[in-house]
C-alpha cells in the first residue's frame, strides 16, 4: 500500500531503480538534494512529481577522466567546465573528475586552488581534481598531507611524453608511489612506454613517413602493456594503490589481470571498445589522433570480456575534444596533430546501447560501470554512485526503448564532430538530477544557475 507518512521536495515513481546490486520497480523521495526513501509513496506527499513508469533510474554518471581547457600541442580542448559540464549532464553525467597541474616553483596547494576556482566560476556539475605529478623532490612530496586535507587523493603520473615534461622515471614513479603509500592514497598512470615510442616518432619523421597511418605505429601495443607490467611491478614494490587510465589493449589487460597480489583498478573507454585503428586509413583520420591510438578488433573484444569480468571496473571517457579546424588545419604531420576526442555526452547512451542492449549486460552492471566503482575507487561512495537513503539524489531517467542516431549537430559539447557520428544506438538518457535538481528533461536545459560543487574525495 502507498504510504503517506512522508514529505518529499520531489517524487520520482513508477521506474525501474537500478542499484550496483538490484533492479526494482519503485519510488525515490528526495529531500533536501538527497535520497530520503525507497518505497512505494503517495503522488501527494511531494512537492514535485516525476512520473517515470517504463523508464530506467539509475546512478548519475561518474566520469573519472576528462580535460576541460587542456593545453595540448600549441592549442587547448575546445571545451571549458562551463560548456563540458552541461555536455556532460546533457549526457547523463552528474559529476567528473579532471585534472590539477603541478606547476614550477608553485605549492601543489596553490595549483589545486587555481584549478578550482577555474571551475566553480562555470562548472554545472559536481566535480573533483586529480593532481598531475611531474616533479618529485621532496620538498613538494611533503605537501601530500595538505592536498588530502584538500580532498585530492590521487596523483596522476605519466610514463609518456618526456618532451613535454610530464614523464617520471621509474625511479621517480618509485619515489612517488612510495610517498603516496604511506598515506594509503593512489596514483593514477597514463602508462605508455614514452621513451620507446619517441624513438619511434623520430624515426618516422626522418624518413618522411608523416601520415596518420604512422601514429599507432609509432604507439604499437608493447608500448602499453611494457609499462603496465612495469607500474604495477612498482606498485608491487611499494604497496601503492594504483589505476591505469584508458587501457585500450588485450596485453595490457592481461599483465592487469595477473596482478592478484596489489590493489589495482583500470578504466577503459568508449573509443577503445567501439573504434579501432583502421580509421586512421581514411580521410578523416587526424580527428582520431589520441594517446593511447586506437587498436585491432581483438583489443576490443577482449575489454569488453574484461569489463564483463570486473577485470576493467569503469568506463571513463578521456574527454578533450578539439574541433574539426584544430585537428586538421594545414598539412600536419601526426606528431603535431592534437590527441584527444570528445566523448563526455555520448558514454551513457553509447555504454547502454552496446552493453546492456547488444552484449547482455545486466543494468546493476553497468551502473557498476558507469557510476557505481568508480565512486566506490575515487572515495565518493555512498555520497555518490548509488541509491539509497542519505545519498546525493544525483539521477538519471534513461529511455531503454529510445532509438537516435548520434549526430554531432544534436550534442552540446563545443566540438564540430564526433567519433561515433552515425552510429544508432537504443536507449537514451532524457532527464538528469543533480542533488536533487533537475538539470536537463529531453535534451531541454533548465536551471539558469546550476550549482556544480568540487566534491572533497576520501583516501580509499
Known sequence: MPRHDMDFDLLISGGTVVTESESVITDIGIRDGRVAALGSFQRSSARSHIKAAGLVAMPGGI?????????????????????????AALGGTTTMIDFASQIPETSLCDAIHARKREADRQVCIDYALHLIINDVADRWLRELPETLALGVSTFKAFTAYPNEGLMLSQLELRELMTRVAQYGAQVDVHAED??????????????????????????????????????????????????????????????????????????????????????????????????????????????????????????????????????????????????????????????????VVKRGFSLPLFAQIVSTNPARRFGMYPQKGTIKPGSDADLVLLDPKAHKQIEHTKLHMNCDWSPYEGMEVTGWPITTILRGEILCQEGEWIPANPKGRFIPRKVG
Open 63 to 87: 566520469d573519472v577522466h576528462v580535460h576541460m581547457s587542456l593545453p595540448f600541442g600549441g592549442t587547448v580542448s575546445s571545451d571549458d567546465f562551463g560548456s563540458g559540464s552541461r555536455a
Open 194 to 355: 614514452g621513451l620507446t615510442i619517441e624513438a619511434n616518432r623520430q624515426r618516422f619523421v626522418e624518413l618522411g613517413q608523416t601520415s596518420m597511418a604512422f601514429h599507432p605505429r609509432s604507439r604499437p601495443a608493447t608500448t602499453e602493456s611494457e609499462a603496465i607490467r612495469d607500474v604495477l611491478a612498482t606498485a608491487h614494490q611499494t604497496g601503492c594503490r594504483v589505476h591505469i587510465h584508458h587501457l585500450s589493449t588485450a596485453e595490457g589487460l592481461s599483465n592487469i589481470e595477473a596482478a592478484t597480489d596489489i590493489s589495482v583498478s583500470a578504466e577503459t573507454c568508449p573509443q577503445y571498445l567501439l573504434l579501432d585503428a583502421s580509421l586512421y586509413n581514411t580521410p578523416k583520420a587526424a580527428l582520431f589522433a589520441a594517446s593511447p591510438p586506437l587498436r585491432e578488433p581483438q583489443d576490443s573484444e577482449a575489454l569488453w570480456k574484461g569489463l564483463r569480468s570486473g577485470s576493467i571496473s569503469m568506463v571513463a571517457t578521456d574527454h578533450c575534444p578539439f574541433t574539426f579546424s584544430q585537428k586538421t588545419a594545414g598539412d600536419k604531420a601526426f606528431t603535431e596533430v592534437p590527441n584527444g576526442m570528445p566523448g563526455i555526452e555520448t558514454r551513457i547512451p553509447l555504454m547502454f546501447s552496446e552493453a
